[in-house]
DNA sequence: CAAAATATGTCAATATAGCTGACATAAACT
DNA sequence: AGTTTATGTCAGCTATATTGACATATTTTG
C-alpha cells in the first residue's frame, strides 16, 4: 500500500531486538487473555458466553444495525450468529423491529435490560484501559490508538475506523 | 491512504473521554483477531489450532518445562492439554524428555521441525508488532510494553513479567 | 520400609462456539 | 412474473475446552 512508501520520513531510530518484539507478542497474549476476563466472568453469571457478549457491544454500539451489518461486523455466519440472537431476544435484552423503509430486515435494538448488561460488560474493561494507559503515562492514549490501528489488517483499517469511530 | 485511517485525533491525553476509551476496546478487539490470523492460516495447514500454536510457542520459549509448567502458563486442563500435545509429539514437532533429577517429569523440547514451525509462526506476528510500533512511532515499544502489562491483572504481573522476559 | 504425595496419562461424558450445506419464506427489485 | 435480497432454520461436523474418576510410576516423608 502506498503508506509503506513513507518508510524514509521516519528514521529508524531506536531498533527493537528480536527479544523485545517476542516479549510485545507474548504481553499481547497475557492481556487480551485478563482483558476478556472480566466480561466472560459476568456472562458466566448468565449462562452467555462470548458470542453474546460481542452482539450486546455492536447493537448497543450501533442502534438498528440490520442482521447483514452486524455479521459483516463480526464475521461470522448467520448460523452462528442465529443462536445467540435467538437466545438474547428470548430472555429479553435485545429486540428485533421489522425495517421502516425495508420490511425484510431486522433491525437490532438493546432493551432496558440489553443496555444494563452493556454498560456492566463495559465498566470493568473501561477500567482496565484506563489504568493500563495512566501506568504508562498519561499521554499514552494516542499511542495506544495508533499502535491498535497498525495491528489491524491494513487493508481493514478503513473498515475497523468506521465501526469503531461511532 | 490507509495509514491516516486513525488520525481522528483525540483530546489531548490527560483525560480520555468514555468514547476513546470504548475506541480502545474495540480496536482491541479488533487487533487481536487480526494479530492471530496469520498463525491461524498457517496452523490450519497443518490442521492444528490455536493450542497447538500456544503449545509449540511456549515449549520453543521454554526448552525443558514440564507438563506442570506449561499447564500452569496456559492456565488449562492437563485433559486438554493431552489432546493436543499427544498431536504434536505424533507429528514430530515436540519431543518429551524423562527428567534426569525426577523421573516422573516429562520435560518438553522441540524437534527441529517444531522450531522451524515456531519461527515460521512467529515470522508473520514480528512483523505485524514491528509495523504497528513503525506506525505509532519509533520510540512507541517501550510504551506498548507499558501498557501491555497495565491490561495484566495486577496481581499476575509479576508472572506474567517472569514468563515473557526470557 | 510403608504410606503418602506428586507428576503424568487416560477414559468418558459434556458444553460452547464456531463451521458447511441445504432449504424455506417474505419482501423488494427489475 | 421472475429474480434477488434478507433472514431464518435444520442437520451434522469440528475444535477446544470442561469435570470427574481412575491408573501408573516415582519421589518424599513419617
Known amino acids: 500500500m502506498a503508506s509503506d512508501a513513507a518508510h524514509q520520513t521516519m528514521p529508524p531510530a531506536q531498533q527493537l531486538g528480536d527479544d523485545d518484539v517476542v516479549e510485545l507478542i507474548e504481553l499481547l497474549y497475557f492481556a487480551y487473555r485478563d482483558f476478556t476476563s472480566d466480561p466472560d466472568a459476568l456472562l458466566a453469571e448468565f449462562g452467555f458466553g462470548r458470542a ?4 450486546v457491544h455492536f447493537v448497543g454500539r450501533n442502534t438498528g444495525i440490520s442482521v447483514a451489518e452486524l455479521l459483516d ?16 431476544v428470548e430472555r429479553g435484552f435485545v429486540e428485533q423491529r421489522t425495517g421502516d423503509a425495508d420490511r425484510r430486515k431486522r433491525l437490532l435494538h438493546l ?31 494516542p499511542v495506544m490508538q495508533q499502535l491498535l490501528y497498525g495491528l489491524v489488517n491494513a487493508q481493514d483499517r478503513d473498515q475497523v475506523e468506521r465501526i ?3
Chains 1, 2 share one sequence.
Open 73 to 88: 461486523v463480526l464475521k461470522i455466519t448467520k448460523q452462528s450468529l442465529a443462536r445467540v440472537l435467538r437466545e438474547l
Open 111 to 141: 432493551t432496558d435490560e440489553g443496555r444494563k448488561l452493556h454498560q456492566r460488560l463495559m465498566a470493568p474493561q473501561m477500567a482496565r484501559v484506563r489504568e493500563a494507559i495512566a501506568h504508562a503515562g498519561a499521554d499514552s492514549g
Open 52 to 55: 453474546h457478549h460481542r452482539v
Open 164 to 166: 469503531v469511530t461511532s
